[in-house]
């Protein structure tokens, strides 16, 4: 059902609730004050309806029709045009949502069209239902609550992510290697959560401005102030949050950097140990091999051979092989392989 809740206020009382857009707009001349509609994702027929008894700017029904805008605020003669992009922390996932509300104000009238779950809408009804001075403000009194509720529900998101900033400083000492794509993964929520809370800095100052020009309640605009204080404080710190991720990418950087200097300087070890050796090995294989030549040489079974005769061949065949060890074994030695 698109339409949530239908209501016509009169000195901050709800004098009517129609049952239908027709009754709506049959109703509320009759009843004065000013008309509340609540929707949630109205036909195009709807929004016709609407710009058609409102006079809404067609540029501004275009807009509420495909949905997915920029926060904004655009003055269409008498008529307040606000978009609004409220944000809820989901637990269960880690995740920031962001959904999207618009809003028209007008000096009779004010139509909320949600498109997603935040914020609580029926909450913010209830809160001025029960504060008729407040509501007697008329529709910026509406508007100024819904400011105050989307403001306010950006706090869960700010501590969500100031939780998931606390465990990703402990992730980044601890070798894990999904810290990278998470660090990623939070930057692109931190900046959607800037887009959706820096452009209402500008907002809170374009109504400022208009205070005296319509003439705005000096209650009415303590409120607005508040709000716009509580603003900057968030916004500062998604600013913060932003400059945390970015050291963070940097640290990550300089420790990946370093574990793989580590690696190779570990590796270099590794190979220089490995080639003393090798060259201990071929030194010593070397040695071995020289009087492994000559007796091998000296153990062939031929006939004719000149040392087999000779009564110092024996004595001779050890000298030789001694020699030709301990020469290799000083040359070795001289150049530090031994």
Known sequence: MPVID??????????????????????????????????????????????????????????????????????????????????????????????????????????????????????IRHRLESDS??????????????????????????????????????????????????????????????????????????????FQKYAVDIELQRYLRDVKDHLLRIVERGDTFRQVLQNALSVHATLVVQHQNDEMKLLTETSLAQSEQTKKISSWAAILFAPALVASIYGMNFAEMPELQWSLGYPFALGLMTIMGGGLYLAFKHRNWL
């Open 6 to 123: 239908n209501a016509i206020y009169r000195d901050g009382i709800r004098v009517a609730t129609p049952t239908s857009l027709a009754e709506t707009f049959g109703t509320r001349q009759e009843h004065g004050g000013f008309a509340w509609l609540g929707m949630y994702r109205p036909t195009d027929a709807e929004l016709d309806m609407l710009a058609s008894e409102f006079n809404l700017h067609p540029l501004a029904i275009e807009d509420a029709r495909k949905g997915h805008q920029r926060a904004k605020l655009e003055r269409y003669s008498d008529t307040l045009f606000v978009v609004l992009r409220p944000a809820r922390y989901l637990d269960d996932v880690e995740q920031v949502e962001f959904g999207e509300l618009h809003i028209f104000v007008g000096q009779d009238f004010v139509i909320t069209i949600r498109r997603a779950e935040s914020p609580n809408l029926a909450k």
């Open 133 to 210: 001075k407040l509501l007697a403000l008329g529709p910026e009194a509406v508007l100024y609550a819904i400011l105050d509720e989307v403001v306010d529900e950006y706090l869960p998101v700010d501590l969500g992510l100031e939780n998931d900033l606390d465990e990703i400083e402990d992730q980044l000492f601890s070798g894990d290697a999904k810290v990278t794509k998470r660090i990623y993964d939070l930057a692109r929520e931190v900046m959607a959560y800037q887009r959706a809370t820096h452009p209402l800095v500008e907002m809170l100052s374009m109504l400022e401005l208009g």
